[in-house]
């Protein structure tokens, strides 16, 4: 499953929910007739219970949707805190130089000398940009790093040889 966003908080008295999108285009989600909910995001895809979309739009700075069965507050209290998520397949293809995030973690990040810095083991959205999580090591001794999802910083993505290339060193 590619995680896509979260349920913040329920909207309304009608079974609207809130959502927090992950990723920078959710307006393409109202596409897919289904979505999948879950309240662990690293659930396996088995777990993930679908819902059909009875509505999306944009509110606010954010968006809103409500799905079918949903129909009150109580409903919409229900699934706060959920994970939305979609298979590989029901998503649309990313266009060039976009990645979804989950695909990212996991490849192994190295600088412009082929020096591994370490494994993305996640992004955080910062407003102005996307940030890749990357940790080098593991337990005590692991060190994070923090690296700008941007052209100046990550030079190449090759999802093939799961690695990124990036013009970022070991003692920044």
């Known amino acids: 499953m590619i995680v ?15 959502i927090h999108p992950f990723g920078d285009d959710p307006a ?18 088995e777990s993930w219970s679908q819902y059909e979309l009875r509505g999306f739009r944009p509110h606010g700075k954010g968006f809103v949707a409500a799905f079918v069965g949903a129909d009150d507050r109580s409903a919409a209290e229900a699934l706060d805190g959920r994970f939305i998520g979609a298979p590989r397949e ?10 979804y995030w989950g695909d990212l973690v996991g490849l192994s990040v190295e ?3 082929g020096d591994t810095l370490g494994t993305v083991t996640g992004l955080l959205s910062t407003g102005a940009h996307d940030v890749l999580q990357v940790v080098d090591g593991e337990g005590e ?3 994070e790093r923090l690296i700008p999802f941007v052209a100046a910083y990550v030079l190449d993505v090759d999802l093939a040889a799961r690695r990124i290339r ?3 060193q070991k003692d920044w």
Do not use: N
Not at 4 to 18: E, M, S
Not at 32 to 41: E, F, Q, T, Y
Not at 90 to 99: F, R, T, V
């Open 111 to 113: 600088d412009e000398a």
């Open 28 to 45: 393409a989600w109202r596409s897919m007739k289904h979505w999948w909910l879950s309240a662990d995001a690293d659930a396996p895809a």
């Open 166 to 168: 990036t013009a970022w």
């Open 90 to 99: 029901a998503l649309p293809k990313p266009g060039k130089d976009e990645y």
């Open 141 to 143: 001794a692991a060190q």
């Open 4 to 18: 896509l966003g979260r349920i913040v908080a329920p909207f309304g008295v009608q079974g609207w929910v809130k």
